[in-house]
C-alpha cells in the first residue's frame, strides 16, 4: 500500500533526478582548476610549419608541454586559405593537408595526451559562385545547404539585398543579431536551417574527426545565446571564444553562453605589450585603458578567472609581412614567463614556441609542478618601472615570477623560496616543492645546415621596367625589407641567354622553411597570382596570360639551371665532394643537399675519385 508520504518522496526524486540530468548534461566552458596549457599550433601564412603531416610528427615534443593544440579551421576554403573564409564544412582536405592526415594527426596527439581544439568559423560563409550560393554537402545520408534566405536581411550594410532583388534572390527577414562584416555573407542564426547546419557540422568535428573543443571565430558578430545554443547541443569538452573587446564585453560575452564558452583575455595581452612596449613594467600591477584583464587579482574579476583564455601574442597581433599589426616588440621570453606564472588558461604561439622551446618547455614544467591552474590565487609582490613580482599558489606550492629589466635585483626575504629558472629578464623561485623533483623535458638540437636559394624574374612578355618582390611564409623571417606593399624593388639583375633577370637571394633555415612571392611592378600594380612554398633556386617568367587581374608565372627553371651551374657549386676553389652533390642535385631538380665534405669523400681528402662518386651516387 502507497502512502501519500512515500509518493511525494517518490514525485521528489524524479524532479532531482530531471534537474541533475540537466545540470550534467550542460556543456561545461571550460574545466574548473584546469592545470592544463595550450599551444596556438599556427601562425599567419604557416602554410608549411602547420601542415598535419609536420605537427603530428612533433607530437612527442608538444607532449611534454602542452595539453591542448589549437589548429586552424580545417575545412576546404577552396584554394589557399587559413581558413577564415571557410567553404565547405564536411569536406575537410584544406590548406594544411587532407582529411586522412587530419585524422591522423588528431588521433596521434590523442594517444600522447594532446586534444586539439578546432577553429570553428560560423559567423560568415564564403559562397560559390555568386553573392549568395553555397555548397550541398552531404554527410550520414542527410544533405546540408544554406539558402540565400540563411543570409542576414542587412548584410553588407544592404548591398547583399541590393543584389539578391536585382537578380532573383531572396534574404532572411532577420537582421544580423551582432556586429555586421562585409568580407562573406554573414549567417543568420536565428534561421533553423543554419542552426541544424551548425550542429551537425559541430558533432562531426567532435565525433567524427576526434576534436576535443572548439575555438570560435568572431564571436562579436552574432548573440552569444547560439553559442550557447551550440554548446549544449554538442557538448565540447573545452569552448573559448574571441570577443575582441573591452574586459566588460567580453565578461557579458560569457554570460550570454550561461559560462558554456571561456574567451581569450585581450586585456591580459595588452597589459603585457603595453608594459613591454613602454618599457615600464608598473604596467602589469594597474589598469589598461580602464580594464582589468580576467585573470587580474582584481576582486571584481576574479569570477571569471576559469573563464580566461590567456594569452600574449596572435595571428592578429603579431608582426606579418603584410602588415605591421600591433605586435609585441620586445621581451618575448619575458612575456611567456609572466603568462606561464598566471592564472587562466594559457596559450602559447607558435612562434614563440619555435623560438624559446626549451625555455617555455621549462617554464611549463615549473608551472605545473607547482600546480597552478586556471583559479589559483595570485598576489602582487613588487611592482615599479624596472621590474614587476607576483606570486601564484598551486595546488603543491607557490611560484614567485619576476619579470622586468632588472628582474633579478629582486631577492625575497624569505628562506622558503628556492631559485629554479632564471634568463632574459625574468626570474622563477618556488617555495612548497623541492627544485630537484621538477622534470625539465630535453629536445634534440636540429641537425638541418641552412642554405641559400636564389629567385629569377623576368618580365619582358609584360614588358616590366622594374620588378617589386613581396616575400613570406616559411619561418617567418621572410618578410621584405620594406615591409609596406609592393615590398622591395629588385635592383640586382642577372642576364642568361640574352635576358633580363631580377635577382635576389634567401636563406632556407629549417627544413619546414620556404619563402612564398608576389611580383609587381610600378606602385604594386599590376601583379601576378601568389607563388607559393619556394625551397629551391627558381627562374619564374611573368606571362601574359592572367587570372582575374592578375598575371601568371611560369616556372622555366628547367629551362636556365644548367646555364648558371659553376663549376665549383661551393666557390671555396675547389671541386669536391659537396660539388658534386649540389650538381647532382641541380640535375634532379631538388633542393641543394647539404652533406659534409668528409661524409661524403671517403678519403677524407676532398679529391673525388670513382670510389667517391660511386659513394654519390649511392645515396640517391
Not at 603530428?56 to 580545417?74: C, G, M, N, Y
Not at 657549386?569 to 649540389?582: H, L, R
Amino acid at each position: 500500500m502507497r502512502t501519500k508520504t512515500s509518493n511525494i518522496v517518490k514525485v521528489l526524486t524524479v524532479l532531482f533526478t530531471f534537474h541533475l540530468s540537466l545540470f550534467t548534461s550542460t556543456a561545461q566552458g571550460w574545466p574548473q582548476d584546469y592545470g592544463g596549457v595550450m599551444l596556438q599550433g599556427f601562425f599567419w601564412d604557416s602554410f608549411n610549419d602547420t601542415q598535419w603531416t609536420r605537427l603530428e610528427k612533433q607530437a612527442d615534443d608538444l607532449a611534454t608541454t602542452f595539453d591542448l593544440v589549437w589548429i586552424p579551421q580545417s575545412g576546404n576554403c577552396s584554394g589557399a586559405s587559413m581558413g577564415y573564409d571557410d567553404q565547405y564544412w564536411f569536406n575537410q582536405n584544406s590548406s594544411f593537408g587532407t582529411e586522412a592526415e587530419l585524422r591522423s594527426m588528431i588521433n596521434t596527439f590523442k594517444a600522447k595526451g594532446i586534444g586539439t581544439i578546432a577553429d570553428v568559423v560560423i559567423n560568415h560563409r564564403k559562397n560559390i559562385s555568386n553573392w549568395v550560393d553555397f555548397p550541398k554537402e552531404t554527410y550520414k545520408g542527410v544533405t546540408y545547404e544554406m539558402t540565400s534566405t540563411d543570409i542576414c536581411a542587412n548584410d553588407d550594410g544592404g548591398a547583399t539585398k541590393i543584389w539578391a532583388r536585382q537578380n532573383g534572390y531572396s534574404l532572411s527577414s532577420n537582421n544580423d543579431t551582432g556586429t555586421g562584416w562585409d568580407g562573406m555573407r554573414d549567417l543568420d542564426h536565428m534561421s533553423e536551417n543554419v542552426q541544424n547546419c551548425v550542429k551537425a557540422y559541430l558533432k562531426f568535428l567532435l565525433e567524427d574527426l576526434g576534436y576535443v573543443g572548439f575555438r570560435y571565430d568572431m564571436v562579436k558578430g552574432y548573440s552569444a545565446s547560439y553559442t550557447m545554443m551550440y554548446n549544449e547541443d554538442s557538448k565540447p569538452q573545452f569552448s573559448v571564444g574571441e570577443c575582441w573587446d573591452s574586459s566588460n564585453t567580453i565578461k557579458n560575452w560569457i554570460d550570454g553562453t550561461g559560462k558554456t564558452s571561456a574567451a581569450f583575455d585581450f586585456q591580459f595581452r595588452y597589459t603585457v605589450r603595453n608594459a613591454i612596449n613602454n618599457g615600464d613594467w608598473t604596467y602589469l600591477s594597474k589598469q589598461n585603458e580602464g580594464n582589468w584583464p580576467l585573470v587580474s587579482n582584481n576582486i571584481s574579476s576574479g569570477a571569471y578567472r576559469q573563464y580566461a583564455v590567456t594569452f600574449v601574442e596572435n595571428h592578429d597581433t603579431e608582426k606579418r609581412a603584410n602588415s605591421y599589426q600591433d605586435p609585441i616588440k620586445q621581451d618575448t621570453l619575458a612575456a611567456n614567463a609572466y603568462l606561464l606564472a598566471m592564472h587562466g588558461t594559457p596559450c602559447v604561439f607558435l612562434t614563440h614556441w619555435k623560438a624559446y622551446k626549451q625555455e617555455i618547455a621549462n617554464m611549463v614544467a615549473v608551472r605545473k609542478a607547482v600546480g597552478i591552474t586556471n583559479t589559483s590565487a595570485v598576489e602582487n609582490m613588487a611592482s615599479n618601472k624596472d621590474y614587476y613580482a607576483v606570486q601564484t599558489t598551486g595546488k603543491n606550492g607557490k611560484l614567485l615570477c619576476i619579470v622586468g629589466t632588472k628582474a633579478e635585483s629582486y631577492q625575497p626575504t624569505s628562506t622558503e623560496w628556492k631559485k629554479v629558472l632564471s634568463g632574459y629578464k625574468f626570474v622563477y623561485y618556488v617555495s612548497g616543492i623541492e627544485p630537484e623533483s621538477i622534470v625539465f623535458p630535453t629536445f634534440m638540437p636540429s641537425t638541418f645546415e641552412k642554405y641559400d636559394i636564389t629567385v629569377h624574374v623576368n618580365a619582358d612578355k609584360v614588358g616590366w621596367s622594374t620588378v617589386n618582390f613581396w616575400t613570406w611564409g616559411g619561418d617567418g623571417s621572410h618578410a621584405p625589407k620594406n615591409d609596406r606593399w609592393p615590398g622591395d624593388k629588385i635592383t640586382t639583375t642577372t642576364e642568361v641567354d640574352g635576358k633580363k633577370w631580377y635577382t635576389q637571394t634567401y636563406t632556407i633555415n629549417e627544413d619546414y622553411d620556404a619563402v612564398s612571392f608576389v611580383f609587381s611592378t610600378g606602385s604594386g600594380s599590376p601583379q601576378t597570382v601568389d607563388v607559393t612554398n619556394i625551397t629551391t633556386d627558381k627562374f619564374f617568367e611573368v606571362s601574359t596570360s592572367k587570372e582575374g587581374d592578375k598575371y601568371q608565372v611560369i616556372d622555366v627553371t628547367s629551362q636556365y639551371q644548367s646555364d648558371i651551374l659553376p663549376g665549383d657549386a661551393n666557390s671555396d676553389g675547389k671541386v669536391d665532394a659537396n660539388d658534386i652533390v649540389a650538381i647532382i642535385n641541380y640535375m634532379m631538380g631538388n633542393a641543394p643537399a647539404r652533406f659534409n665534405a668528409e661524409a661524403a669523400d671517403k678519403n677524407g681528402d676532398s679529391i673525388i675519385n670513382i670510389a667517391d662518386i660511386i659513394a654519390l651516387f649511392a645515396m640517391f
